[in-house]
């Protein structure tokens, strides 16, 4: 696994827009149906908004229904980090970056095959690269 980052909490307020820190940092999320990559489709690798680390592929994207972007696992476990929420008055499970502790959204056992996982991200907590883009 890539080190870990860690970064002030004014290191990231600077670094991030308003709308990232308050899902990435704060555990936010943006409403459905309104954030970048809910409906997209185009091949390539999602990256931590926050750090570049490589999270999801998207050859494990699917249709959720839900209006956040969906995978069902992400390119290596060790890459995400799970904890339980009990916020809301429900009891989920929360995912981050493991290696920058950014908020991405949380995990269900209602996805498809062949994981059975739905990986409920915010787009805002991803940055999407094309396959053939220039590594950066
Ligand atoms: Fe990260």
């Excluded at 750090?51 to 994207?61: D, N, P, R, V």
């Excluded at 995990?107 to 409920?120: L, S």
Aim: proline share 5%.
């Amino acid at each position: 696994m890539a080190e870990k980052m860690t970064k002030t909490e004014e290191e990231w307020r600077r670094e991030l827009t308003p709308e990232q820190y308050a899902v990435c940092r704060q555990k936010g999320t943006e409403r459905a149906f309104t954030g970048a990559y809910w409906n997209t489709k185009e091949p390539g690798v999602y990256l931590c908004a926050c750090c570049g680390e490589e999270l999801f592929a998207s050859e494990t994207k699917f249709d959720s229904g839900s209006g956040w972007p969906s995978f069902y696992e992400p390119i290596e476990a060790e890459r995400i980090a799970a904890e339980a929420d009990r916020s809301f008055g429900m009891v989920r499970t929360e995912v981050m970056c493991s290696r920058c502790g950014a908020h991405l959204g949380h995990v269900f056992p209602d996805g498809p095959q062949p994981t059975g996982q739905r990986y409920c991200i915010n787009s805002v907590s991803l940055r999407h690269r094309a396959h053939d883009a220039k590594t950066d």
